[in-house]
């Protein structure tokens, strides 16, 4: 084979391995909890500090068509009493509880804590809303509104929602498009370098913040109301039931940004623009809504005065429990053969749309073992999914300071949350696919780990894939000694070398995390598949042959080696 059509057939490998078939699940059942929620929260003063305030925002109880939330018992505690605590309610309808300290001790302890009553229904949703949509209250006419986040007017917004929109006559359909295009256009970072739409927009990536503001300007932009909301999200995973198998769910613990979407005839249904389509699960606190994330800001809001001249600042710890009392999940979906190319879930909805279809791959091409001989490795290699909060200690995130005058500042909520999956465990086995569009003599696998102790040693092996999953092993990598690893808090690459020289031809493999001993360690991941399949994250219990679990998220791991020209 010439040069020129090894080129080529790898060109043809770029798009089999595209994540190109559609991910689209329509969804049934229910999900109902009972959950104790806490928040502690440690504030350390300095000197110089004049004044200090907190404030939080008390969640509300509501109903929606999809999701459902009932608060009781809420508890605000501090230690030691502020010397002025008030309770208001903000333009947005929130009670906002502040704590003032005068000349505040140099430790504050607070502690909130409530019960919610958690429910999620997915049954079919009827809806007959024509586009545009016509006739909008007053009080929601707020939330068509373009803000400093939420760039509804800006041009290149605007031109993007007249192009998702074009030939739509529903309301769900002009959502739904919009919706697909997010989750298929922006690839989730954190932290990104802005959070607004524009931003996710035009770079195409961001974290949560970005996905709600994006999200609610394009709906925004072509007449549809659409508010941003701050709330909490709980680690607790659960397994949505399909053929094949399961696909298991689960989000950090920490803040987390979604929206709700104004219908005429449904009123306001909650959406999250990574993931959820007309619902959320019962692992999410709503706690606050606005028209983008500068509004809402009461929740976790820390200002101060402080002395001129006076050093350094104030800094807080916050931990989040969330205790199931009660949990039952009964959750199943049926994929189809339109939607997004990443995964959406969405329940069965009544009304006119256009079913966006993709197309399905082309057949990976094949390369003889003459050709082979041809290839000469001379190109350094690196691929994965890279990006993660390297180095980051998740009890203390950054959180920028803002002047708001020469002696007066604040901190809002930090949306830094440790995604991570406990990868040591004896009872569950984990393995990650990367695919190669080209060939790889393979030196190094990387993975973003954190030890939090133990002893023993890990490896990784490599696997070829069987119909998405791993299948037979190809080779061990060299051990790594527990104590050879870094307990410092924080997630960094722990690379793991190959000893015999491996050559992959372009194709999809698989990694796993294999020890002995007693290691405890976590694997970081990225919300949605930045780089990868969707199917390409898998789990099963150590005494099970198949790797019949999916995880709806991708693991950060790194390819090292040598490439072709």
Known sequence: MTRRA????????????????AENYTVEGEMGSQIRFEIQKSVTTVAGVTKLTLSFVVPPTFQSPTYNQEIQGFELKFSPEPQEKKKTVNERGHEVVTATWVKPPQGIDVRLSFTALNNTHLKPIDTGVPFPVRDVPEDVKYYLKATEQVQADDPRIVKRAKELTRGVTTEFDAVQRILTYVIDNVRYVTPPAKCDALYALEAGRGNCQNFSHLAAALMRAEGIPARVVNGITLNKPFDLKRKGGVITFKMGQGRHSWIEVWFPDLGWVPFDPQQTAMFVSNRYI?????????????????????????????????????????????????????????????????????????????????????????LRFTVPFLFGNLEFPENIDFAFPPTPTVAKGKTRFEKTKSFYVE?????????????????????????????????????GQIWVDLFKDANDKP???????????????????????QDFVFKD????????????????????????????????PVEGTRYKGVYEEDWSGALSYEFNYRVIGMTTK
Not at 6 to 21: D, E, G, R, T
Not at 420 to 449: D, I, N, S, W
Request: glycine content about 10%; aromatic content about 10%.
């Open 6 to 21: 090894i080129f080529a057939a790898l060109a043809v490998l770029m798009l089999w391995c595209s994540p190109v078939s």
């Open 286 to 374: 709503r706690v606050e809504t606005g028209a983008d994330n500068n509004e809402t800001v009461n929740d976790g809001l820390m200002r101060w005065t402080q002395r001129k001249g006076s050093d350094g600042e104030p800094n807080a710890q916050e931990t989040i429990n969330g205790d199931f009392n009660a949990d039952r999940v009964n959750v199943e979906g049926r994929r189809q053969d339109y939607g997004p190319k990443n995964l959406l879930l969405v329940p069965h909805v009544k009304a006119a749309f256009k079913k966006i279809e993709v197309p399905p791959p082309p057949p990976p091409p094949v390369i003889t073992a003459e050709e082979k001989k041809e």
């Open 419 to 455: 995604t991570a999956e406990y990868v040591t465990t004896k009872l569950t086995q984990y393995a990650q696919v990367f695919v190669l569009v080209k060939p790889v003599r393979l030196h190094k696998v990387g993975l973003a780990l954190h030890k939090f102790g133990g002893d």
């Open 471 to 493: 299948g037979e092993q190809i080779t061990t990598s060299e051990m790594v000694n527990l104590d050879d690893i870094s307990e410092r808090p924080g997630y960094r690459w």
């Open 501 to 532: 020289e491996i050559t992959l031809m372009p194709g999809a493999y698989w990694v796993g995390l294999g020890f002995t001993g007693s290691p405890v360690l976590n694997w970081f991941y990225t919300y949605g598949k930045p780089v990868g």
